[in-house]
């Protein structure tokens, strides 16, 4: 099972939910921090990194002895990534999608890829839990290339958890994308709520199964649980403004090892999602 851990709106607790989910449930689990942008997972997992890998994307390398400046690559470009300028080919490599578009229409083969660093992928794990996460390069805009690299590594068996990058972007899709179910991680605040809404819009598109934490539950108001209702999304934890869990959050240490209560609520919450999937009676 696959399960990603999103919200509309940064700073909600994606990153609280999933690293707790994860150690709290039994058997082979996966943690995959997609939030390249900003991976945060490592924190408060601590993993002893086994593996570290540079990740580029390929882009598109002209030979202008070869080229006749027939400017079919730069009609096909939906990202004016290449611009032809009189006998001048111009490559815009941060443009570039790596659709392999312009190799495919170039009449004289003067088109060749070269790979463009996106940044670093790291292994490693830490007390039975599997984690792999994203760095982009500092400066680089092009996040989903990475996202569906660290996607590659999930594992073909057993629980798989994604920490999703905030927002409904590019990069969010990536990372729910294909999966089981998305659990949305919301506040009971006009922001909160304002988010989810597009969240759960975005979710729907992808048609895939749904439900909702909200952190910190006991401030705000109730429209988070009017707007649940609404849309019939099952509410599968809340989470209190607790000073104890906020302590354990300062310090680095998950809640779910620190208060044993905590832990049996998460695996309850892991048996719900499986249910609610069609995958099994619980998660093993």
Same mark, same amino acid.
């Given at each position: 099972?696959?399960?990603?851990?999103?919200?509309?709106? /940064?700073?909600? /607790?994606?990153?609280?939910?999933? @690293?707790?989910?994860?150690?709290?449930?039994?058997? *082979?689990?996966?943690?995959?921090?997609?939030?390249? +942008?900003?991976?945060?997972?490592? #924190?408060?997992?601590?993993?002893?990194?086994?593996?570290?890998?540079?990740?580029?994307?390929?882009?598109?390398?002209?030979?202008?002895? %070869?080229?006749?400046?027939? $400017?079919?690559?730069?009609?096909?470009?939906?990202?004016?990534?290449?611009?032809?300028?009189?006998?001048?080919?111009?490559?815009?490599?941060?443009?570039?999608?790596?659709?392999?578009?312009?190799?495919?229409?170039?009449?004289?083969?003067? =088109?060749?890829?070269?790979?463009?660093?996106?940044?670093?992928?790291?292994?490693?794990?830490?007390?039975?839990?599997?984690?792999?996460?994203?760095?982009?390069?500092?400066?680089?805009?092009?996040?989903?290339?990475?996202?569906?690299?660290?996607?590659?590594?999930?594992?073909?068996? /057993?629980?798989?958890?994604?920490?999703?990058?905030?927002?409904?972007?590019?990069?969010? =899709?990536?990372?729910?994308? &294909? @999966?089981?179910?998305?659990?949305?991680?919301?506040?009971?605040?006009?922001?909160?709520?304002?988010?989810? $809404?597009?969240?759960? +819009?975005?979710? %729907?598109? #992808?048609?895939? *199964?749904?439900?909702?934490?909200?952190?910190?539950? &006991?401030?705000? &108001?109730? $429209?988070?649980?009017?707007?649940?209702?609404?849309?019939?999304? *099952?509410?599968?934890?809340?989470?209190?403004?607790?000073?104890?869990?906020?302590?354990?959050?300062?310090? /680095?240490?998950?809640?779910?090892?620190?208060?044993? +209560?905590?832990?049996?609520?998460?695996?309850?919450?892991?048996?719900?999602?499986?249910?609610?999937?069609? $995958?099994?009676?619980?998660?093993?």
């Amino acid at each position: 099972m696959i399960i990603s851990i999103a919200s509309g709106k /940064g700073g909600t /607790g994606k990153t609280t939910v999933a @690293t707790n989910l994860a150690v709290s449930v039994d058997g *082979p689990v996966q943690l995959l921090d997609c939030d390249v +942008e900003e991976p945060n997972v490592h #924190l408060f997992l601590r993993p002893v990194i086994e593996e570290t890998t540079t990740v580029t994307t390929p882009v598109p390398d002209i030979d202008l002895k %070869k080229c006749n400046q027939c $400017k079919l690559c730069m009609a096909i470009c939906r990202f004016r990534a290449i611009a032809v300028i009189g006998d001048t080919v111009l490559t815009f490599p941060e443009l570039c999608h790596s659709c392999g578009g312009c190799m495919a229409v170039c009449p004289e083969g003067a =088109i060749t890829e070269t790979g463009r660093e996106l940044g670093v992928l790291e292994v490693g794990a830490k007390n039975g839990v599997a984690f792999v996460h994203g760095r982009l390069r500092v400066g680089e805009a092009m996040a989903p290339p990475l996202i569906r690299a660290v996607r590659a590594r999930t594992w073909a068996d /057993g629980l798989t958890l994604i920490d999703a990058p905030p927002g409904t972007s590019c990069p969010v =899709i990536a990372a729910m994308k &294909d @999966t089981d179910f998305v659990l949305l991680v919301t506040e009971p605040t006009p922001f909160g709520l304002h988010d989810l $809404k597009l969240a759960v +819009e975005a979710v %729907k598109i #992808l048609k895939i *199964p749904m439900g909702l934490v909200i952190n910190r539950a &006991d401030m705000g &108001d109730d $429209k988070v649980w009017a707007y649940a209702r609404s849309e019939a999304i *099952p509410i599968l934890m809340e989470i209190p403004y607790d000073r104890k869990i906020a302590e354990s959050y300062s310090r /680095g240490d998950l809640f779910a090892l620190t208060m044993p +209560e905590w832990k049996a609520r998460f695996r309850g919450m892991a048996d719900q999602i499986a249910t609610l999937t069609g $995958k099994g009676a619980g998660i093993q």
